[in-house]
C-alpha cells in the first residue's frame, strides 16, 4: 500500500500560481511512477501530468503544458505541481496518484490521494 496525501489547494486569482504537494507513505515512493489528475466539478477526472520513478521524464495534458511543472523529490517522498498562469478552468479537485505502469490513464494507477480543491477566480 502507498498512502498518499495531496496539499497547496486553495483560491487565487486567474494568472497567479500555487504548489501543490503529494506526500507519500508506505510502500517505495521511488519505486513509483506519479501523477496528477484533477477533477473539475460535474466532469470526468483527466490527466493533467505525469513523471517517471527514476529518470524523472516528464510528460503533460496539453491543457496545462508549458504552464505546470511535475516534480518529485524521492528523498523527501513528495510529489509536487507547480501550477503557473492559472485561469479559471484550471478550477478542480487535484489528485495525485501511484503506478508501475507509464501512462496517462487513470485506470492504471493503483494508488490515490484524497484530492485537494484549487479554485481559479476570474
Known amino acids: 500500500q502507498v498512502q498518499l496525501v495531496e496539499s497547496g489547494g486553495g483560491l487565487v486569482q486567474a494568472g497567479g500560481s500555487l504548489r501543490l504537494s503529494c506526500a507519500a507513505s508506505g510502500r517505495t515512493f521511488s519505486n513509483y511512477n506519479m501523477g496528477w489528475f484533477r477533477q473539475p466539478l460535474g466532469k470526468e477526472r483527466e490527466f493533467v501530468a505525469g513523471i517517471t520513478r527514476s529518470t524523472g521524464r516528464t510528460y503533460y495534458a496539453d491543457s496545462v503544458k508549458g504552464r505546470f511543472t511535475i516534480s518529485r523529490d524521492n528523498a523527501k517522498n513528495t510529489l509536487y505541481l507547480q501550477m503557473n498562469s492559472l485561469k479559471p478552468e484550471d478550477t478542480a479537485v487535484y489528485y495525485c496518484?501511484?503506478?508501475?505502469?507509464?501512462?496517462?490513464?487513470?485506470?492504471?494507477?493503483?494508488?490515490w490521494g484524497q484530492g485537494t480543491q484549487v479554485t481559479i477566480s476570474s
Open positions: 496518484a501511484a503506478t508501475t505502469s507509464f501512462s496517462n490513464y487513470e485506470n492504471d494507477y493503483h494508488y
